[in-house]
């Protein structure tokens, strides 16, 4: 038979007297320590016999028992050995004065409140609000994790803090989620993950996770990043938002129109994603270039089809407003600006070129927002393995404006998705090239005498590289100039790209320069076509073209010349960082 707690019945009245006197003393819980195995689920209460017993708990205070912790007794629970502490519809918790998720330094925790389970989190007896909470990770180190389902029990605590290497993560199956209930504070921090099937969620679907607003509590602090693992896909322009107004914390989802850009080719497509449930009605809106120009004689606006559109254009922006109406953008709908956008292809390889542009638009209620900027195309500005998503073959294409002097790369699978069997340089016979490593998690290749020079558009063909498993490759890649870069993975086709089209290069002779500024000068207002494909995409030559040569002045498309072979210490490095990646496997050094 477990023993009766009587082994601190003498110390009530002190911790009673104290909080009346208002001693420190009274402020220090005791603490007992999940001891259910690293790892695995228990429930809270199990062994329960009605005197508070707990097989997963021990006492600090001797003698040491299995209690679970009550703040009757003034003690607190210590979830910091690794053990995952479960309440559900069938556990009847004792209420502890606090809960500490990783209280250790390196230590961790999980409590895991499932659909139906309750828990009442609170210091009557001090009222000190120092107590009283859930603490999801007390040590500045320490990792605790609370998992919240959408259909919890009646929870109730005093506060809830969580450090920054910590993470909420919320279960949410149906359209509404039962909130923790804070009567005193909330500090959050770290990670809030989402999981669960959201089934009936889309743009505007809400979740109140903590509710203050009986008390109108503070909220303090944010989580640094919320993490999507739920079967809920989000369209492109959505994105999970938190909410910390009026004593709440609610997880929402938000809907923002798309503008579509293709960087090459200038054109510009704001849409309305297909199945976003809602319509969007805009007021009016700029469209910004910060490297490069606009072009107004390519733009389609909203004024070319319908009426009280007032336009306005500068290098750099294009404008519209309209005071009287509005364009209404209905689920799926888009409006096509042609091809406005005259954007400096010719920055360093590896910079994205969508983070020049911007867009922002006016709401029929006055709301000014941002439209989420994504790619339109499959060319990226950057060396890219291509991979076939139905044969697992793929290609290093230099998809940028630039040469690239190839010294080395390496491509990773975290999950172990390629094939060693690859089609490397050095069985194909290039010269100067030797595998480094050939094993499921990493196949790489090193060149120290000399490089590959990839012009832009060029190939290398690597064979069957991948099992078709998981989609998590990685590339990395060195240069003659001794830089290592991380590259772009493409699962689908090559990128289809003219190598001769260098913007602002009106005398197409590869360089961008003083003498293709003659020939803007000496052809303003005259025919395009004496810039050989190579300007802003108007029919003559427009203010819009020097911009697009200012932009780009300097440029060039011819491969750099004499580059020196890589250091010997410098490939070892490299290699050195391959091999330390690399699973059991083929692996040698050259």
Not at 102 to 118: F, H, M, N, Q, W
């Amino acid at each position: 038979m477990k023993p009766l707690r009587t082994q601190y019945l003498l110390s009530v009245p002190v911790l009673l007297g104290c909080a009346l006197c208002g001693s420190d003393s009274a402020a220090q819980p005791f603490r007992v320590n999940w001891i259910g195995a690293a790892g695995v689920e228990g429930l809270w209460d199990a062994g329960e016999a009605g005197n508070g017993e707990g097989d997963n708990w021990l006492t600090t205070e001797e003698p040491a028992s299995n209690f679970q912790p009550d703040e009757g007794f003034q003690e607190y629970g210590s979830i910091s050995n690794g053990g995952i502490a479960v309440l559900d519809a069938t556990t009847s918790p004792v209420t502890p004065v606090d809960v500490r998720l990783a209280e250790d330094g390196g230590s961790t925790g999980s409590l895991v409140i499932k659909d139906g389970g309750s828990i009442t989190v609170t210091d009557t007896i001090t009222t000190n609000m120092n107590q009283g909470w859930i603490r999801n990770g007390v040590h500045a180190n320490g990792v605790g994790v609370l998992t919240l389902h959408d259909a919890i029990g009646a929870v109730t605590v005093d506060g809830y803090g969580q450090n920054s290497v910590s993470t909420l993560n919320v279960e949410i199956d149906g359209p509404t989620f039962n909130p923790v209930v804070v009567k005193e504070q909330i500090q959050l921090g770290g990670t809030l993950q989402v999981s669960g099937s959201l089934a009936s969620a889309g743009a505007g679907s809400s979740w109140t996770l903590f509710d203050g607003s009986a008390d109108g509590i503070g909220v303090f602090g944010q989580f640094s990043q919320v993490v999507n693992n739920s079967d809920y896909s989000l369209l492109d322009g959505q994105s999970f938002t938190v909410s910390t107004a009026e004593s709440e914390v609610t997880l929402g989802i938000r809907q923002q129109l798309v503008l579509r850009v293709d960087p090459y080719a200038g054109t510009a497509v704001l849409s309305n994603p297909s199945g976003s449930g809602v319509d969007f009605d805009v007021t009016g809106y700029v469209m910004s270039v910060s490297n490069g120009a606009v072009n107004e004689g390519q733009w389609s606006s909203f004024s070319d089809d319908a009426a009280g559109w007032v336009e306005t254009a500068t290098a750099n922006q294009l404008a519209e407003t309209n005071a009287t109406g509005m364009a209404t953008l209905t689920d799926g709908a888009s409006q096509d600006f042609g091809a406005p956008l005259s954007i400096n292809t010719n920055q360093p390889i590896g910079t994205n070129l969508l983070q020049s542009v911007s867009f922002q638009y006016s709401t029929a209620d006055n709301v000014i927002e941002n439209a989420v900027v994504v790619l339109e195309g499959n060319r990226q500005n950057n060396l890219v393995l291509v991979v076939d998503p139905v044969d697992g073959s793929a290609m290093l294409q230099n998809q940028s404006s630039q040469s690239v002097d190839l010294t080395g790369y390496v491509v990773r699978s975290e999950s172990g998705a390629l094939l060693p069997g690859f089609s490397d340089l050095e069985g194909q016979g290039v010269a100067g090239w030797d595998v480094v490593a050939e094993t499921a998690n990493a196949l790489s290749e090193l060149n120290a005498v000399g490089m590959s020079t990839l012009g832009v558009g060029a190939t290398l063909d690597l064979g069957v590289v991948w099992d078709l498993s998981e989609e998590d490759l990685t590339l990395q890649y060195s240069t003659a100039g001794l830089t290592t870069a991380f590259g772009a993975v493409y699962f689908g086709d090559l990128a289809d790209i003219s190598p001769n089209v260098l913007p602002g290069d009106f005398n197409a002779d590869g360089v961008v320069d003083a003498a293709d500024y003659t020939i803007w000068r000496d052809n303003l207002d005259g025919d395009s076509s004496v810039l050989n494909g190579n300007g802003s995409g108007a029919p003559t030559v427009v203010a819009a073209d020097y911009s697009l040569w200012r932009a780009n002045y300097g440029a060039t498309t011819a491969p750099s010349a004499g580059s020196a072979a890589p250091e010997p210490g410098s490939i070892l490095l490299f290699a050195a960082g391959v091999v330390a990646t690399a699973a059991r496997g083929r692996l040698r050094i050259a």
